[in-house]
Protein backbone atom coordinates (compact mmCIF):
# COMPACT_ATOMS: atom_id res chain seq x y z
CA UNK A 1 0.00 0.00 0.00
CA UNK A 2 1.28 3.41 -1.09
CA UNK A 3 1.87 6.22 1.50
CA UNK A 4 -0.66 8.29 -0.02
CA UNK A 5 -3.58 5.72 0.44
CA UNK A 6 -2.13 5.20 3.82
CA UNK A 7 -2.07 8.90 5.37
CA UNK A 8 -5.19 9.54 5.42
CA UNK A 9 -6.27 6.68 7.37
CA UNK A 10 -3.88 7.48 10.11
CA UNK A 11 -4.96 10.95 9.83
CA UNK A 12 -8.56 10.02 10.66
CA UNK A 13 -7.75 7.29 12.86
CA UNK A 14 -5.37 9.97 14.70
CA UNK A 15 -8.40 12.34 15.63
CA UNK A 16 -10.57 9.68 16.32
CA UNK A 17 -8.36 8.47 19.09
CA UNK A 18 -8.05 11.77 20.53
CA UNK A 19 -11.93 12.57 20.42
CA UNK A 20 -12.38 9.70 22.28
CA UNK A 21 -9.60 10.34 24.55
CA UNK A 22 -10.40 13.52 25.38
CA UNK A 23 -14.68 12.38 26.05
CA UNK A 24 -13.33 9.90 28.12
CA UNK A 25 -10.89 11.90 30.23
CA UNK A 26 -13.78 14.80 30.65
CA UNK A 27 -16.26 12.36 31.80
CA UNK A 28 -13.79 10.99 34.03
CA UNK A 29 -13.19 13.85 35.97
CA UNK A 30 -16.81 15.00 36.08
CA UNK A 31 -17.52 11.82 37.71
CA UNK A 32 -14.66 11.63 40.13
CA UNK A 33 -15.59 15.00 41.36
CA UNK A 34 -19.89 14.46 41.75
CA UNK A 35 -18.89 10.98 43.26
CA UNK A 36 -16.45 12.84 46.11
CA UNK A 37 -17.84 16.25 46.63
CA UNK A 38 -21.10 16.59 47.69
CA UNK A 39 -21.61 20.02 46.82
CA UNK A 40 -20.25 19.78 43.50
CA UNK A 41 -22.34 16.84 42.98
CA UNK A 42 -25.69 18.91 44.17
CA UNK A 43 -24.87 22.34 42.07
CA UNK A 44 -23.43 19.73 39.51
CA UNK A 45 -26.88 18.25 39.20
CA UNK A 46 -28.61 21.77 39.46
CA UNK A 47 -26.37 22.91 36.46
CA UNK A 48 -27.24 19.82 34.22
CA UNK A 49 -31.05 20.26 34.84
CA UNK A 50 -31.64 23.36 32.60
CA UNK A 51 -29.48 21.90 29.41
CA UNK A 52 -31.31 18.18 29.47
CA UNK A 53 -33.07 18.93 26.88
CA UNK A 54 -29.69 18.91 24.24
CA UNK A 55 -27.54 16.89 27.10
CA UNK A 56 -29.44 13.84 26.79
CA UNK A 57 -29.65 13.74 22.74
CA UNK A 58 -25.65 14.74 22.75
CA UNK A 59 -24.92 11.78 24.81
CA UNK A 60 -26.75 9.74 22.67
CA UNK A 61 -25.02 10.50 19.79
CA UNK A 62 -21.69 10.04 21.46
CA UNK A 63 -22.57 6.53 22.65
CA UNK A 64 -23.67 5.97 19.28
CA UNK A 65 -20.40 7.17 17.76
CA UNK A 66 -18.17 5.12 20.41
CA UNK A 67 -20.35 1.96 19.58
CA UNK A 68 -20.20 2.45 15.62
CA UNK A 69 -16.22 2.31 16.00
CA UNK A 70 -16.01 -0.39 18.43
CA UNK A 71 -18.34 -2.70 16.40
CA UNK A 72 -16.01 -1.62 12.70
CA UNK A 73 -12.88 -2.81 15.28
CA UNK A 74 -14.89 -6.10 15.99
CA UNK A 75 -15.65 -6.92 12.71
CA UNK A 76 -12.17 -6.16 11.34
CA UNK A 77 -10.44 -8.46 13.77
CA UNK A 78 -12.56 -11.28 13.22
CA UNK A 79 -12.63 -10.85 9.58
CA UNK A 80 -9.28 -10.86 9.37
CA UNK A 81 -8.89 -13.80 11.97
CA UNK A 82 -11.30 -16.17 10.21
CA UNK A 83 -11.57 -15.11 6.52
CA UNK A 84 -9.29 -18.25 5.66
CA UNK A 85 -11.75 -20.79 6.30
CA UNK A 86 -14.21 -18.87 3.85
CA UNK A 87 -12.83 -21.68 1.71
CA UNK A 88 -15.53 -24.37 3.49
CA UNK A 89 -18.31 -22.49 1.75
CA UNK A 90 -17.24 -23.66 -1.53
CA UNK A 91 -18.12 -27.13 -1.10
CA UNK A 92 -14.73 -28.02 -2.16
CA UNK A 93 -10.95 -27.96 -1.04
CA UNK A 94 -7.84 -28.07 -2.69
CA UNK A 95 -5.45 -30.50 -2.95
CA UNK A 96 -2.17 -29.64 -4.74
CA UNK A 97 -1.37 -26.08 -6.93
CA UNK A 98 1.05 -26.06 -10.04
CA UNK A 99 1.81 -22.69 -11.71
CA UNK A 100 4.09 -22.82 -14.83
CA UNK A 101 5.30 -19.50 -15.83
CA UNK A 102 6.89 -19.14 -19.17
CA UNK A 103 8.12 -15.80 -21.35
CA UNK A 104 7.91 -17.02 -24.71
CA UNK A 105 11.07 -15.45 -26.35
CA UNK A 106 13.40 -12.65 -26.22
CA UNK A 107 11.55 -9.26 -26.60
CA UNK A 108 9.78 -10.75 -23.18
CA UNK A 109 6.38 -9.79 -24.33
CA UNK A 110 4.27 -13.02 -24.46
CA UNK A 111 3.84 -14.70 -20.96
CA UNK A 112 2.10 -17.84 -21.14
CA UNK A 113 0.92 -19.06 -17.57
CA UNK A 114 -0.30 -23.08 -16.96
CA UNK A 115 -1.96 -23.66 -14.06
CA UNK A 116 -2.86 -27.03 -12.32
CA UNK A 117 -5.52 -26.99 -9.34
CA UNK A 118 -6.43 -30.41 -8.15
CA UNK A 119 -9.80 -29.97 -5.90
CA UNK A 120 -11.95 -32.73 -4.07
CA UNK A 121 -15.59 -32.04 -2.71
CA UNK A 122 -16.37 -31.44 1.12
CA UNK A 123 -20.01 -31.67 0.72
CA UNK A 124 -22.50 -32.57 -2.21
CA UNK A 125 -24.11 -29.93 -4.85
CA UNK A 126 -20.58 -28.40 -5.90
CA UNK A 127 -19.59 -28.17 -9.30
CA UNK A 128 -18.28 -24.65 -10.06
CA UNK A 129 -14.95 -23.98 -9.34
CA UNK A 130 -13.60 -20.22 -8.32
CA UNK A 131 -9.96 -19.14 -8.69
CA UNK A 132 -7.94 -15.36 -8.86
CA UNK A 133 -4.82 -13.97 -10.38
CA UNK A 134 -3.15 -10.77 -9.96
CA UNK A 135 -0.67 -10.41 -12.64
CA UNK A 136 2.03 -6.93 -12.42
CA UNK A 137 2.20 -6.25 -16.33
CA UNK A 138 0.06 -4.73 -18.50
CA UNK A 139 -1.64 -4.92 -22.10
CA UNK A 140 -3.73 -7.29 -24.03
CA UNK A 141 -4.64 -10.54 -22.11
CA UNK A 142 -6.62 -13.63 -23.80
CA UNK A 143 -9.66 -14.88 -22.90
CA UNK A 144 -8.75 -17.91 -20.37
CA UNK A 145 -8.52 -21.17 -22.03
CA UNK A 146 -9.90 -24.21 -20.02
CA UNK A 147 -7.57 -27.40 -20.59
CA UNK A 148 -9.09 -29.85 -18.48
CA UNK A 149 -11.61 -32.40 -20.43
CA UNK A 150 -15.82 -31.56 -19.64
CA UNK A 151 -14.81 -28.36 -18.19
CA UNK A 152 -16.37 -24.91 -19.10
CA UNK A 153 -14.92 -21.22 -18.49
CA UNK A 154 -18.52 -19.35 -17.34
CA UNK A 155 -17.20 -15.62 -16.96
CA UNK A 156 -14.44 -13.81 -14.92
CA UNK A 157 -14.60 -10.13 -13.56
CA UNK A 158 -12.11 -7.92 -11.82
CA UNK A 159 -12.78 -6.70 -8.80
CA UNK A 160 -10.98 -5.35 -5.58
CA UNK A 161 -11.24 -7.05 -2.28
CA UNK A 162 -11.69 -5.57 1.33
CA UNK A 163 -8.60 -7.97 2.37
CA UNK A 164 -6.19 -6.52 -0.44
CA UNK A 165 -7.87 -3.05 -0.87
CA UNK A 166 -4.48 -1.57 -2.84
CA UNK A 167 -5.15 -4.66 -5.36
CA UNK A 168 -7.73 -5.30 -8.14
CA UNK A 169 -7.79 -9.28 -8.74
CA UNK A 170 -9.27 -11.18 -11.57
CA UNK A 171 -11.63 -13.77 -10.76
CA UNK A 172 -13.09 -16.59 -12.82
CA UNK A 173 -15.30 -19.33 -12.60
CA UNK A 174 -15.33 -22.69 -13.97
CA UNK A 175 -18.22 -25.15 -14.41
CA UNK A 176 -16.98 -29.01 -13.95
CA UNK A 177 -19.44 -30.18 -16.04
CA UNK A 178 -20.78 -32.28 -13.25
CA UNK A 179 -21.36 -32.81 -9.44
CA UNK A 180 -17.85 -33.08 -7.96
CA UNK A 181 -17.30 -36.45 -6.72
CA UNK A 182 -16.80 -36.93 -2.98
CA UNK A 183 -13.61 -39.18 -3.13
CA UNK A 184 -12.21 -38.34 -6.26
CA UNK A 185 -9.55 -35.80 -6.93
CA UNK A 186 -10.93 -33.98 -10.10
CA UNK A 187 -8.02 -31.37 -11.63
CA UNK A 188 -8.46 -28.07 -13.30
CA UNK A 189 -6.25 -27.45 -16.10
CA UNK A 190 -6.19 -23.60 -17.44
CA UNK A 191 -3.81 -21.65 -19.77
CA UNK A 192 -3.41 -17.88 -19.82
CA UNK A 193 -1.51 -15.46 -22.50
CA UNK A 194 -0.59 -12.56 -21.45
CA UNK A 195 0.84 -9.57 -23.30
CA UNK A 196 2.99 -6.98 -21.56
CA UNK A 197 2.83 -4.47 -24.32
CA UNK A 198 4.07 -1.71 -21.89
CA UNK A 199 6.75 -3.66 -20.17
CA UNK A 200 5.45 -3.44 -16.77
CA UNK A 201 5.92 -6.68 -15.88
CA UNK A 202 7.51 -7.32 -12.55
CA UNK A 203 10.22 -10.67 -12.65
CA UNK A 204 8.41 -12.82 -9.56
CA UNK A 205 5.80 -15.48 -9.70
CA UNK A 206 3.78 -15.95 -6.43
CA UNK A 207 1.07 -18.13 -4.45
CA UNK A 208 -0.57 -16.94 -1.17
CA UNK A 209 -2.19 -19.82 0.84
CA UNK A 210 -5.34 -19.10 1.79
CA UNK A 211 -6.70 -22.17 2.32
CA UNK A 212 -4.77 -25.31 3.46
CA UNK A 213 -2.79 -27.07 0.65
CA UNK A 214 -0.50 -30.41 0.92
CA UNK A 215 1.75 -29.52 -2.11
CA UNK A 216 2.37 -26.06 -3.72
CA UNK A 217 4.87 -26.08 -7.18
CA UNK A 218 6.08 -22.97 -9.22
CA UNK A 219 7.87 -23.17 -12.30
CA UNK A 220 9.23 -20.45 -14.28
CA UNK A 221 10.60 -20.78 -17.79
CA UNK A 222 13.21 -18.01 -18.95
CA UNK A 223 14.46 -17.82 -22.86
CA UNK A 224 17.89 -19.32 -22.52
CA UNK A 225 19.02 -16.16 -24.30
CA UNK A 226 17.69 -13.79 -21.47
CA UNK A 227 20.16 -13.26 -18.86
CA UNK A 228 19.33 -12.94 -15.28
CA UNK A 229 20.49 -12.49 -11.74
CA UNK A 230 19.34 -12.53 -8.40
CA UNK A 231 16.85 -15.52 -8.70
CA UNK A 232 15.39 -16.42 -5.08
CA UNK A 233 12.92 -18.44 -3.76
CA UNK A 234 11.16 -16.56 -1.04
CA UNK A 235 8.56 -16.78 1.91
CA UNK A 236 6.38 -14.10 3.65
CA UNK A 237 4.54 -15.22 6.86
CA UNK A 238 1.18 -13.34 6.25
CA UNK A 239 -1.45 -11.88 4.08
CA UNK A 240 -0.96 -8.11 3.62
CA UNK A 241 1.05 -4.52 2.29
CA UNK A 242 3.35 -5.13 5.15
CA UNK A 243 4.69 -9.21 5.37
CA UNK A 244 8.06 -10.15 6.82
CA UNK A 245 10.61 -12.09 4.87
CA UNK A 246 10.65 -15.63 6.49
CA UNK A 247 13.12 -17.52 4.03
CA UNK A 248 15.38 -16.30 1.30
CA UNK A 249 17.07 -19.25 -0.32
CA UNK A 250 19.35 -18.77 -4.22
CA UNK A 251 17.71 -21.05 -6.88
CA UNK A 252 19.21 -23.08 -8.77
CA UNK A 253 18.23 -22.68 -12.43
CA UNK A 254 19.04 -25.64 -14.98
CA UNK A 255 18.79 -25.06 -18.62
CA UNK A 256 15.76 -27.76 -20.29
CA UNK A 257 14.06 -28.16 -23.16
CA UNK A 258 10.54 -27.25 -23.85
CA UNK A 259 8.58 -27.57 -26.60
CA UNK A 260 11.24 -27.85 -28.57
CA UNK A 261 12.95 -24.24 -27.14
CA UNK A 262 16.24 -24.33 -25.29
CA UNK A 263 14.62 -22.53 -21.08
CA UNK A 264 16.10 -21.50 -18.30
CA UNK A 265 13.88 -23.00 -15.49
CA UNK A 266 13.17 -21.97 -12.07
CA UNK A 267 11.81 -23.99 -9.78
CA UNK A 268 9.80 -23.83 -6.41
CA UNK A 269 8.37 -26.64 -4.74
CA UNK A 270 7.05 -26.31 -1.19
CA UNK A 271 5.13 -29.78 0.98
CA UNK A 272 2.03 -28.66 3.06
CA UNK A 273 2.70 -24.85 2.82
CA UNK A 274 2.07 -22.54 5.70
CA UNK A 275 -1.90 -21.23 5.32
CA UNK A 276 -1.76 -17.23 5.12
CA UNK A 277 2.10 -17.38 4.21
CA UNK A 278 3.06 -16.48 0.69
CA UNK A 279 5.39 -17.81 -1.62
CA UNK A 280 7.35 -16.78 -4.35
CA UNK A 281 10.11 -17.16 -7.22
CA UNK A 282 12.14 -13.91 -7.78
CA UNK A 283 14.53 -12.75 -10.19
CA UNK A 284 16.40 -9.40 -11.60
CA UNK A 285 17.13 -9.00 -15.45
CA UNK A 286 20.35 -8.01 -16.33
CA UNK A 287 20.23 -4.65 -18.22
Not at 33 to 58: A, D, E, V, Y
Not at 221 to 237: H, I, K, R, V, Y
Request: net charge positive; hydrophobic share 40%.
Amino acid sequence: MSMRQREPRERLRLVVNIVLLSIGFISSLITIFTILTPFLKTTFLIWLIPLQGWLIPLSFFVLGVCVTFLGNAVYNYIYQQFRPFRWLLYGYRWVNAEYQYCIEDDTKLQHTQLIAITIKAIRRGVSIFENKYLWSGHGKQESLEILSTGHELLFSTTRQEHYFPYNRWKYYYVYVGHELPMKRDVIVNIKQVLYDDEGRFEPYVSKTITEPLESLKLRVLLPENLSFTNAFNNEFDHIGPNNKKIKNEPNPSRIIREKGNLYKELYYEIQKPHRNHKYEIRWEWVK
